[in-house]
Every structure is written in C-alpha cells, then in structure tokens.
C-alpha cells in the first residue's frame, strides 16, 4: 500500500487484481464491499458458432448461482456493442445468466443500490443473502471472520 499517496485508487491497487479498466474497478470494489465473492476473469466453457470456446467474463459470482456480470465500457461503438449483443446471445445458449453493466449504470447518486438491484433481479439470489446494506463497515463483520477463500477481489490468499 502505497501510504503517501493521496488518491484512494493508489492505496488500494496493491491488493486488487488487474482490472482492465475504471468501471471494472467500480464494479469489483461495489461488489467488494458488499462482503460478495467474485472471481475477475474466470475461464469459462462457452460453446459459441459450433466450436468449444474459453471465455473470461469480468465477474463471476460463484455465490449467485455462478451468475455472469459483464461491463461494456465503450456503448458508443457500433462494433463494440455487436460484440456485447453476440456474448448476450451465447451466455443465453448456454444457460448462462448474465447481467450487463454500461457506464450510465455507475452513474448518479444512487448507483450501488441500481446495480445491485440488478444482480438481485437476474432471479439467482441465494435465500441466505440478507441484501445489501445501507452502509456497509467494515467493522460489522464478527471478530476473527475470515473471507472465502474463492474471492479473489483483494488478492487473498491462505
């Protein structure tokens, strides 16, 4: 950790995985926070124009049903977002469920509670999953808990 740094996207990148670009970071951090595992850019079996494929979507969310969070950073891009149509179509194909993320939904005051709202309306839920909370600490957490193992969000390992 960088300690004389001033912003807090340079203290944290020691303990972040490579995010690819700021609105993955956003999402990662959202997701971060609200205490729910991920995997960034976990191979994926995909079978996609008549042939076995590896895909690494953005996120992963192994506690949700392995449900699939993409972000499409760059909408004003026609071939881009043909892009973004096709992985739509082939994660439905495969029975994949996935949520996509575009940069007007990281947006304006309320956008965790939109973008969780979305993660949650994608119908893969676990009954345990209490929702997010208003504002989440850190401190909430109980003495000498321990993350999963799987998320990979700061780079945690044991």
Not at 7 to 30: C, F, I, N, T
Not at 42 to 60: L, Q
Not at 114 to 134: C, T
Request: net charge positive; with cysteine.
């Amino acid at each position: 950790m960088k300690v004389g740094a001033s912003r807090l996207e340079d203290r944290l990148a020691p303990w972040e995985p490579p995010y690819r670009s700021r609105g993955e970071a956003q999402v990662g951090r959202l997701l971060d926070r609200y205490g729910i595992p991920f995997f960034y850019e976990h191979p994926t079996a995909v079978h996609d124009r008549g042939r076995r494929r590896i895909w690494r979507p953005d996120f992963t969310l192994p506690t949700y049903a392995r449900l699939i969070v993409e972000y499409a950073g760059m909408p004003d891009r026609p071939e881009y977002m043909a892009g973004v149509r096709h992985k739509k179509k082939a994660y439905a194909a495969n029975g994949l469920a996935a949520v996509f993320l575009y940069p007007r939904d990281l947006r304006g005051r309320d956008w965790p509670q939109h973008v969780l709202a979305k993660i949650a309306g994608a119908g893969r839920i676990p009954s345990s999953h209490k929702g997010p909370m208003r504002y989440p600490a850190r401190s909430a957490a109980p003495r000498g808990a321990r993350r999963p193992l799987y998320c990979q969000s700061r780079g945690y390992r044991r």
